[in-house]
């Protein structure tokens, strides 16, 4: 295995253009930032960029989120398990780039050693908007209340333009997570997320106001052919002008001008279809709340491939497991 430094994975990607976004080198030096040592390696055509959270007395969980990269061999995989037990990682944590899940066949073959986790740090379930086709088209495959909203919202003065002020910007992740009750990261974290990824033309944080009063804003990327909808808040002013409707509109035309030709909408309940649109207007509760919003958009549900635990030491793997029963896990 060739371990990779920041230039050298950077030049990696740029041989495999449809990677993740968290696949990125910006993503794995974000997460550096915040506490996660960050290891990257490739053998031949396959390569990882590996996430270590320490844990007390010297261990660590080990996470590759949307990845690996490529077709991985059981060569791949030996090498990894050398730099998991480096960092001496309890186990390892892998959310595959794909949807729907591998048959027993192909898992045997693309994660030898490893169990079906039931948890997972991303939400494995979402909704996909196609891109393609035009503008026209795009809207027209969208419920007729969201068409009507975002029209609404152009009609009642709301304006989405770029922004770079992240204090704006926390202050309404923090009104939405009082109204939602949910947790934000801090200014600081959402600071340097815009200050890796807006340099490259891989973000754009943009921000929906009326009468120069910022009522939503949202951070959209883009990598590939593919954007991303990660992070969102609105506050509890003008709602009826519904300038969130507004701002994915605009979020998606960015993503369109970048050549994109998908829109993930990042998060909704883990549930199959029948199941939210049964639910979606008595349930509120965690991604309920958002569901009955971001189906308006048209999209397609759509589930990952589940999440893959490679187990380096049984007993304090069960521990960590009970304490997940209690706590859960977070996504991006």
Known sequence: MTELNLSEWQAFLRQHPQAHLLQTAEWGELKRGFGWRVRRAAVSDCGAQILFRPLPVGFSVGYIPRGPVGIPSAAFWAEVDHLARSERAVFLKVEPDRWGEPSADEAAALFPG????????????????SLEGGEDAILARMKQKTRYNIRLAERKGVVVQPGSDL??????????????????????????????????EMCNLLVAAYDNKPLAGLMVFACGNRAWYLYGASNDEERNRMPTYLLQWEAMRWAMERGCTEYDLWGVPDADEETLETGFETRSDGLWGVYRFKRGFGGVLTRASGAWDRVYNPLLYRLYRLRLRSHGEGGA
């Not at 490893?114 to 908007?129: G, L, N, W």
């Not at 009104?175 to 340099?199: E, I, K, N």
């Open 114 to 129: 490893f169990q079906s986790s039931p948890h997972s740090i991303q939400p494995p379930r979402t909704i996909v908007v």
């Open 167 to 200: 204090e704006v910007f926390q202050n309404l992740m923090v009104a939405t997570g009082s109204r939602d009750g949910f947790g934000v990261h801090s200014q600081a974290y959402y600071q340097r997320v815009y200050d890796l990824f807006h340099p490259m």
